[in-house]
């Protein structure tokens, strides 16, 4: 017995259609990664104390320290606002390429794709 695709979904002109949608679909998924991995990310924290840049590509690219938040006797506090920045700015690049990604995708979860 032959397995059939519903609706005609087995035409040359509709596997060709579908091919075509894929390519198209993976063309805009890579320029989304290229201009992401471009995009600089900043996320600040504790009032501007402490403020990190990083790119799309999860690469730091500064830190902003307010000398006022330096003090010897209290280093977990700066250790913690460095963690929670960097946090926040990851964060920041994971919702922004989710958002694209679904985007591109319709909703549709493509596994192993970002």
């Given at each position: 017995?032959?397995?059939?695709?519903?609706?005609?979904?087995?035409?040359?002109?509709?596997?060709?259609?579908?091919?075509?949608?894929?390519?198209?679909?993976?063309?805009?998924?890579?320029?989304?990664?290229?201009?992401?991995?471009?995009?600089?990310?900043?996320?600040?924290?504790?009032?501007?104390?402490?403020?990190?840049?990083?790119?799309?590509?999860?690469?730091?690219?500064?830190?902003?320290?307010?000398?006022?938040?330096?003090?010897?006797?209290?280093?977990?506090?700066?250790?913690?606002?460095?963690?929670?920045?960097?946090?926040e700015v990851l964060s920041n690049i994971e919702t922004e390429?989710?958002?694209?990604?679904?985007?591109?995708?319709?909703?549709?979860?493509?596994?192993?794709?970002?």
């Amino acid at each position: 017995m032959k397995a059939r695709i519903p609706g005609g979904m087995n035409s040359p002109q509709n596997m060709n259609s579908m091919i075509r949608q894929a390519q198209k679909m993976q063309e805009d998924m890579a320029a989304f990664q290229e201009a992401l991995e471009a995009k600089e990310f900043k996320a600040s924290v504790g009032g501007g104390a402490v403020e990190i840049t990083m790119n799309g590509k999860r690469e730091v690219l500064g830190v902003s320290i307010k000398p006022e938040v330096v003090d010897p006797d209290d280093i977990e506090m700066l250790e913690d606002l460095i963690a929670s920045a960097v946090n926040e700015v990851l964060s920041n690049i994971e919702t922004e390429s989710s958002e694209g990604m679904q985007k591109i995708t319709g909703g549709v979860n493509l596994p192993g794709v970002f």
